[in-house]
Structure formats: structure tokens, C-alpha cells
């Protein structure tokens, strides 16, 4: 039997919160600092032996559909392992799928970001129905008499695996249906229909081509009623304990995000309550939409943090030509160059979670501007960070055994989901269009950086601002996001982070070239602190 060698020793047990140097001072600045202990325990628990096992199980063991009994009878039923229950009982405990709405408080929001953050490093799937209850709420409060009912339910932190009528159950979770075969992006084109039941109630018929996370108690779903396209709370039983006429078709065979089910399902005249006004649902659904956002910024954040602290604790231990791969020079130019994209990505995620914590001017435009924008370049970054981080472990970073293929299945999904890349772009563009002070507020939020390093970036962003105001040309969206995103980060390193990293990201990203490949970093930078920095403490 061979000598096993020159291995490293798994990341684990870690804490995902202590270890994590940019995330604690991210959680500290933005307003969450009284969580702090919270998030160390989370962190601890998250990154122990058994829930990093958890993780692997409930992605080895997929989902399975149920939709018939042993009689024919129909069941519409989606059966998980038992580690995605563990882990997403382990969210709901944690109250990732409420909590700044079940005990609002400044920086409520931002606590909420960071055990956000830290779960998605370990296992992503169950993140979606976290994340599509978060963002629930304040789409359910536009019904005032279904929010009543849902609300304590919601806010519970008991999660409650049964499948039975929500009314019978202590805990509630909410997913959401607005995809359908001919159209996603253009919701305009749905054709189910709601049709009055007489009672106040409606009855959907259609389909949804996508609805992820199907065993949830109720989704926030689009249909066309009388008065045009609206927003309906549809539960998986009807008020009389049935199973409401929801049938699951098939379950999606995905890329990744593997321990979650994404379903196609009909609607067979399924009983439904409307949300917000009639004939509004966009409107009214789309507020979901900011937040699930966000928890596509967090999400992909949380992605990179852990491809990177994977990257880095390996090359720390293995060796190549004598040094460890961390004292290679090209190494480390490498790492370093991904610790930078993570960091940006991390310290503009958590001020933008700030912004949902605020309600002054400013947040709002912060809201509607950076939200579409971070989404679309975070995203856009993570599946080029989680390949280049894979190659750090050479071989064994392609072999499942190790976290990295499925960070990289993952890393595509936020960026396809809740609106894709060209239609967060077109939406920065609506927003710039609609807010008449979007430009001052940037401004402010840049820090009127007189930084010698930021400034002609900036100018150039500016006279962008201005010609895409006088002439609104779409073919330009994607190079105007990219350039504002990269501007805040810069304007949030430069004033946050240790020069170091501020310093290497604006000779790095701000140039012309920029970002072809990981490793590109120019020569007089400080290659070694910002990599130690990225280290997770082990
Ligand atoms: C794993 C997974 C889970 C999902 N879960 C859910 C769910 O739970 N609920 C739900 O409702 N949906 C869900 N979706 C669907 C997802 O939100 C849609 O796939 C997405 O919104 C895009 O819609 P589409 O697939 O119809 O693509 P299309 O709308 O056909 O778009 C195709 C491409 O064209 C681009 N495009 C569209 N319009 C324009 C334009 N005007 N200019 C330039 N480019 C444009 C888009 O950016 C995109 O790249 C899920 C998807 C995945 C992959």
C-alpha cells in the first residue's frame, strides 16, 4: 500500500464566520455587529464535519418524484434525503427564511446576508425556498388578510417537513411560479388563467415551465385574470383539505443545484387567492424579485468565498517543485487575483443588503440600481472564479469528492434566475431612466473619490451615465453595469479594505485590459497580504 503524501487536510472543522476576515467587517460596518455571536455559531455549525457531509448527501441523493401511489391515486409529492431536511430545518432554525421580517431591526437585513452568505457555502439547494420565502413577504403584505394568516407561520423558525393543509402546520415556506414554457424574461406572455370562482377565490389553469422547490406550502404565482396579468397566493392544499390541483409533471434534470427540485407543473383549475391589486401583478410580484436578487448577489458571493478559501487552504498545504503552491510566485498571483474578485463581490453584496435595512432616498435608489447591477457582474464573475479555483487543486479539483464541481455546477444558476444577465442590464438602464437623482445618489455612494486611482474611471463612468441618458442604447447596457459595479467596489475597497487589495484592484480591474484571466495582476503589489488575508483561518 502507497504512502499517502503531500496531501492537505480537509477544510474542516472551520468556522465559515471567524475565518472569514472580510465578511466580519462587512457584518461590523453595515449595522449587524450585534449579531456577531449569532453568526459565529452559525459559522461554527455550518463548517463542522456533519454538516459539511450534509451538504455532499443531499446533492448525491437527489430528489425524487412521487406522483401517484401505489393505487393511481394522485400524489404530486417530491421526496428529499434526510440531509436536505437537516439542512434546511438548520436555515429555518437560524431564521434565514424571515428573520429581518419576524424582528425587524437596523441591520436585520445584513445579519440575515451574512448566514445567507455562509449557508450557500455549504449546500446551495436548500437556499432557493430560503431565499423565495424571504422574499415573499412584503409581495404577501399587499394582501393584508392572507398576510395575517401566512405571516406567523412564515416567521416561524420550527420548520415543519409534513406535507399536509399549511393550516395544520406551526411553519410555512413560499416559492414562486412565473415561468412558463413560451417566455421567463417577458412574463407579459404568460397564459395561464385566472378564472373568478365566485367567492372571492379563483381558479388557475395553465402550466409553469419552471417552479423550483415545489414541496413549499403556497407559491406566489403570475396568471391572467379578467382585469390582466395578476399575482395569486397559491397553496398546495385548498381551504377544505385537499391537495389542490396541482400537478407536478416532471422534475427539471439540472446542471447543478442538484439537492433542489425544480418542477414543471399544471394547474388544473387550482384554488387561488389575489395579491395586490388586479391587473398589477407584475408590479406587485416584482418586489419579491429585489430580494430574491439580493440572494443572487449573496448567493454567487458565498460561492466565490468558499471556492476561494478552498483554493487557498489548499495551496497552503501542498507542495510543488519544493515551496508550498502558496510561495509560488505565479500561485499567488493567481490566488491573490481571486481573493480580489471575492472580496469585491463580498463587500458590495453586504452594503447593498444595508440599503433593504434603510428607507431614506438613497437606500431606495441603491436598491433599484445596484441590485440589478451587482446581480448581473457577481454572478457573471462566479463561474470563471469557481473553474479557476477548481484548477488550484489540480486534478483532485475536478473529482467530486472535493466541494469544487459542484461550486462550479452551482455557480451559472444565480445568473440565469430571477431575471438573466441582459435583463438585469436593461433594467439598470429603466432605472437610471426612472430616478431622477439615481445619478447624484451614485455619486455620493462613489465618495466623490478625488482618489487618484478611481478618479478617471469614474469620469469615464460619468460621461457613460450621461450618454446612455440622452440616448438610451441597450447594445451598451452590459459595458455601463459592468462599469458601475466595478467603480463601487472600488469606491468600497478604497475605502474599507487594506491598500493592499484596494490597490491591486484598481490597478487590476480599472485599466483597459482587465479580466480575461485570473492571475493577470501587475508586478508592485502586495500579493502576499491580500492572499493571507483570504486564508480562512484553519
Ligand atoms: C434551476 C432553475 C430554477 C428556476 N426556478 C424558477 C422558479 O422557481 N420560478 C420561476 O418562475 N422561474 C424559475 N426559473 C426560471 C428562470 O427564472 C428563467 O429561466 C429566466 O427568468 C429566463 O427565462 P427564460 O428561460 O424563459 O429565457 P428567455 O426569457 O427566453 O431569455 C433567453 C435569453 O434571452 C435574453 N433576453 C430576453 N429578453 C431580452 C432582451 N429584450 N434583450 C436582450 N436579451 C434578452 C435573456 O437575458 C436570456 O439570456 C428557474 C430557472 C432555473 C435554471
Redesign the pocket.
Known amino acids: 500500500m502507497f504512502e499517502v503524501q503531500n496531501q492537505p487536510p480537509p477544510l474542516e472543522p472551520y468556522n465559515l464566520f471567524a475565518s472569514d476576515a472580510v465578511l466580519r467587517d462587512a457584518v461590523q460596518r453595515e449595522g449587524a455587529g450585534w449579531a456577531k455571536a449569532e453568526l459565529s455559531a452559525l459559522g461554527a455549525t455550518l463548517g463542522s464535519p456533519e454538516t459539511i457531509k450534509l451538504g455532499f448527501d443531499a446533492n448525491k441523493f437527489a430528489p425524487q418524484l412521487r406522483t401517484l401511489d401505489r393505487y393511481g391515486h394522485r400524489l404530486d409529492e417530491v421526496e428529499f434525503h434526510p440531509a436536505w431536511h437537516e439542512l434546511l430545518g438548520l436555515a429555518v432554525s437560524a431564521g434565514l427564511h424571515s428573520s429581518p421580517w419576524a424582528d425587524p431591526k437596523p441591520g436585520a437585513h445584513v445579519a440575515r446576508a451574512a448566514g445567507t452568505f455562509m449557508l450557500g457555502q455549504v449546500e446551495s439547494g436548500v437556499y432557493c425556498p430560503v431565499a ?1 420565502t424571504y422574499g415573499s413577504v412584503p409581495t404577501l403584505r399587499h394582501a393584508p388578510a392572507l398576510a395575517a394568516d401566512w405571516l406567523p407561520r412564515i416567521f416561524s423558525r420550527n420548520y415543519d417537513r409534513s406535507f399536509r393543509p399549511a393550516r395544520l402546520k406551526s411553519a410555512a415556506l413560499v ?5 412558463e414554457n413560451q ?4 412574463l407579459r406572455t404568460n397564459t395561464t388563467r385566472a378564472e373568478p370562482s365566485g367567492d372571492g377565490s379563483f381558479r388557475l389553469h395553465g402550466h ?1 415551465w ?4 415545489p414541496m413549499c406550502d403556497a407559491f406566489l404565482v403570475l396568471a391572467q385574470s379578467p382585469k390582466g396579468l395578476s399575482c395569486f397566493l397559491m397553496p398546495r392544499w385548498t381551504p377544505d383539505d385537499k391537495r389542490n390541483a396541482v400537478q407536478i409533471l416532471r422534475l ?1 434534470d ?1 446542471l447543478g ?1 442538484r439537492s433542489n427540485a ?1 418542477s414543471e407543473v399544471e394547474f388544473l383549475g387550482a384554488y387561488a387567492q389575489l395579491v395586490g391589486e388586479e391587473g398589477r401583478g407584475i408590479p406587485t410580484i416584482i418586489e419579491m424579485g429585489n430580494y430574491t436578487r439580493l440572494d443572487c448577489c449573496i448567493g454567487s458571493s458565498g460561492l466565490m468565498r468558499q471556492a476561494v478559501a478552498q483554493a487557498v487552504h489548499h495551496a497552503r498545504h501542498r507542495t510543488a517543485f519544493q515551496k508550498k503552491l502558496i510561495d509560488q510566485p505565479l500561485m499567488m498571483n493567481v490566488l491573490a487575483d481571486l481573493a480580489l474578485e471575492s472580496e469585491a463581490a463580498t463587500i458590495i453584496t453586504m452594503r447593498l443588503a444595508r440599503a433593504y435595512d434603510e428607507s431614506d432616498e438613497a437606500a431606495q435608489v441603491i436598491r433599484r440600481m445596484v441590485t440589478p447591477a451587482a446581480k448581473f457582474w457577481i454572478c457573471k464573475r462566479t463561474p470563471f472564479l469557481t473553474y479557476e479555483t477548481m484548477e488550484v487543486l489540480g486534478g483532485s479539483g475536478y473529482i467530486e469528492e472535493s466541494i469544487m464541481p459542484r461550486l462550479y455546477r452551482e455557480a451559472p ?1 444565480n445568473s ?8 438585469m442590464c ?1 433594467d439598470v438602464l429603466r432605472a437610471m431612466e426612472r430616478t431622477p437623482n439615481a445619478t447624484d445618489v451614485l455619486r455620493r455612494e462613489l465618495g466623490d473619490s478625488k482618489d487618484a486611482r478611481l478618479k478617471p474611471f469614474t469620469e469615464q463612468l460619468e460621461k457613460r451615465l450621461h450618454a446612455t441618458r440622452e440616448r438610451n442604447d ?1 447594445s451598451q447596457a452590459r459595458a455601463l453595469t459592468r462599469e458601475l459595479v466595478l467603480a463601487l467596489q472600488a469606491a468600497l475597497l478604497i475605502r474599507h479594505a487594506p491598500p493592499a487589495v484596494a490597490d491591486a484592484f484598481c490597478a487590476s480591474r480599472l485599466g483597459a485590459a482587465g479580466g480575461s484571466a485570473f492571475g493577470l495582476l501587475p508586478q508592485g503589489l502586495d500579493l502576499r497580504a491580500i492572499t493571507e488575508r483570504a486564508a480562512p483561518a484553519h
Open positions: 423565495m416559492g414562486m411560479g412565473m415561468t417566455g421567463g424574461s417577458d409553469k419552471f417552479m423550483s422547490a427539471k439540472k443545484n425544480s444558476v440565469i434566475w430571477e431575471g438573466s444577465g441582459n435583463i436593461l441597450e
